[in-house]
């Protein structure tokens, strides 16, 4: 994949991908759970939750300032933020993500870009222009 353009799209897609896929995983280890909103409000507010965990998936989370990470048994890292309401991301923490991938990395300025085109086309939701995205809602 020589288009940086194109590395950038597919390096979103990875990154969304393993967010609904850890998030899930995640989440299906606690039933009174139904997002990381919730997750946070128990470490926080109820203290039921440590505040760093394994579930018995084998999902890592740690929550942290104004979200949370979360890390699968191969190491694979997601985090997200809680920004109006919603588990968004920016290419910065995108950027994090494809730090343990092999191959070119793109910019963050061609990660935002793919973000917007993404969003344009209906793969994310726009949080925050040009800044924050959220995974869509169906």
């Known amino acids: ?76 890292e997601v985090d997200v933020d809680l920004v109006d309401g919603a588990e968004a991301f920016d290419a910065w923490r995108i950027t994090r993500f494809l730090d343990g991938k092999s191959g070119a990395r793109p910019s963050v300025e061609e990660l935002r870009t793919a973000c917007v085109h993404l969003s344009e086309l209906g793969e994310l939701r726009e949080i925050r222009a040009g800044r924050w995205y959220a995974l869509p809602d169906h």
């Open 1 to 76: 994949m020589d288009d940086p353009a194109e590395s950038a799209i597919e390096g979103v897609r990875g990154y969304a991908a393993a967010l609904k896929r850890i998030r899930s995983r995640l989440l299906d280890a606690y039933a009174d759970l139904g997002c990381v909103s919730d997750l946070m409000a128990a470490v926080r507010h109820t203290r039921t939750m440590p505040r760093e965990g394994t579930s018995s998936t084998g999902i890592e989370y740690s929550v942290h300032g104004a979200g949370c990470r979360m890390t699968d048994q191969h190491g694979q």
